[in-house]
C-alpha cells in the first residue's frame, strides 16, 4: 500500500498563493501532493507546454498531482451565462479542460455536478439537471477515451450515493469514476459507512474531511471538521478505499461555514425521493453523538467554532488532520 496523503488547493485558496508557490508549500509541510480546482487554476491560458512544466516541477519536488475540471452541468452553465448553452456547446467548451489535465499527466479529472443548492432548485428539477450532465459526458466519452482519462464525480453537497452509483454505470467505467468526499455523505443523509463500502470499487480520488452535526430548530446543521476531530469513523472509512485502491491519493479538504439541513421539513425531504429510513436513522444517530460530546465537552459547538476567522485555523486544521492520517494509513497498511 503506498497511500500519499495531500490536500486540495481550495483549503487555502484563501491566502493567494501563486501555483508553483502551494507546490513548495506542500513539500514545507510535508504534504505528499495537491488537487487543484480545474487546469485554469494552475495556467489561465491552458498552455500545454506550461502545464507540461507544472507536471514536470511537481514530479521533481516528489508531489502527486491531481486536478479537476467545470461542472458539466449545462443547466449550472446556462444559468452563469444567462442563455441557453446546449449540451452539445458545453461539452465541445470542455474539451480543452481535458486536453489541459492531459498535459499535466493526470489520468482522471475530478467534477462536481452541482452545488449545494441546486438539488432543491425548483427552476430546473434535480433529475433534469443529472441528465442533462449525463449527455455532456456521454459526448464527451470518445474525448475521454482518446486520451485515456475517465471524470471522476464527487459526493459533493449534490448527489446521493444511488445517484452517483447510477451515473457511473450509465456512463461506463471506462470513463466513469467517483472523487469521494467523506464530510459530504451526511449532507446528501447518506449513512457513510454504508455509502463508502458501496462506493470504494469505484473510488479514484478524494477529499478527505472530518465533520459535525448538530440539532436546530430546523433540523440539523453540519459543519466541517480537522480529520480525526469529528464523528466520522475515519478508520472505518479509509479501511475500504485502501483496500480497493492501495495506491489512491488522499487529498485533505476543510473549509469554514456551516450548512442547513432542515430534515424536520417535509417539503425539503421531499428532495431526497429514495431516502431510505436506516440512513436518516444514522445521520441522526451521529448528530446525538455529536450533542452528548458537546455537553460533555470532548467536542466544540459549531458556533464557537465558526467564531474564529478560517485564515486564523486552517493551518492548524491541516497540520493536525495531516497528524492524524499518517499513523493510521501506515496501521491499515499493515492489516
Known amino acids: 500500500m503506498s497511500a500519499c496523503i495531500g490536500f486540495d488547493h481550495y483549503t487555502i485558496a484563501h491566502r493567494g498563493m501563486a501555483p508553483g ?16 480546482l480545474d487546469p485554469a487554476a494552475i495556467d489561465g491560458s491552458l498552455d500545454p507546454v506550461h502545464l507540461d512544466g507544472f507536471r514536470r516541477l511537481a514530479s521533481a519536488l516528489g508531489l502527486y498531482l491531481e486536478v479537476g475540471i467545470p461542472s458539466p452541468n449545462p443547466v449550472r452553465a446556462s444559468r452563469a451565462q444567462e442563455r441557453m448553452v446546449t449540451a452539445l456547446e458545453h461539452a465541445r467548451a470542455l474539451e480543452p479542460q481535458l486536453d489541459a489535465v492531459a498535459a499535466l499527466g493526470c ?10 443548492h441546486d438539488r432543491f432548485r425548483t427552476d430546473v428539477r434535480w433529475d ?15 474525448r475521454l477515451r482518446a486520451l485515456g482519462l475517465r471524470v471522476a464525480i464527487e ?18 467505467h471506462d470513463v466513469a469514476a467517483v472523487t469521494l468526499d467523506t464530510g459530504n455523505l451526511l449532507m446528501r443523509l447518506d449513512d457513510p459507512v454504508t455509502a463508502v463500502e458501496r462506493l470504494a470499487p ?3 480520488a478524494t477529499h478527505v474531511k472530518d465533520a459535525v452535526l448538530a440539532f436546530t430548530p430546523r433540523g440539523l446543521c453540519w459543519q466541517a471538521r480537522p480529520i480525526g476531530a469529528g464523528v466520522l469513523p475515519m478508520p472505518h472509512l479509509l479501511a475500504p478505499l485502501l483496500r480497493a485502491n492501495p495506491d489512491l491519493k488522499l487529498s485533505i479538504e476543510l473549509h469554514p ?3 442547513d439541513l432542515p430534515i424536520y421539513d417535509p417539503s425539503w425531504l421531499a428532495f431526497f425521493p429514495d431516502l431510505r429510513p436506516n440512513s436518516l436513522a444514522a445521520v441522526v444517530r451521529l448528530a446525538a453523538t455529536c450533542e452528548r460530546g458537546y455537553t460533555e465537552g470532548s467536542l466544540v459547538r459549531p458556533e464557537l467554532v465558526e467564531a474564529v476567522p ?26
Open 128 to 142: 433534469t439537471q443529472r441528465e442533462a450532465t449525463e449527455e455532456v459526458l456521454r459526448l464527451l466519452s470518445p
Open 202 to 204: 469505484f473510488v479514484v
Open 21 to 36: 508557490n502551494t507546490l513548495e508549500f506542500a513539500v514545507a509541510h510535508g504534504f505528499g501532493g495537491v488537487q487543484f
Open 310 to 335: 478560517w485564515a486564523e485555523r486552517d493551518l492548524d486544521w491541516l497540520a493536525s488532520s495531516l497528524g492524524y492520517l499518517r499513523p493510521v494509513v501506515a496501521l491499515l497498511a499493515r492489516l
Open 155 to 172: 459526493t459533493h453537497a449534490d448527489l446521493t450515493a444511488d445517484e452517483l452509483l447510477a451515473m457511473v454505470e450509465r456512463l461506463g
Open 107 to 116: 489520468r482522471h479529472a475530478r467534477l462536481f455536478v452541482g452545488d449545494r
Open 257 to 259: 461555514r456551516t450548512y
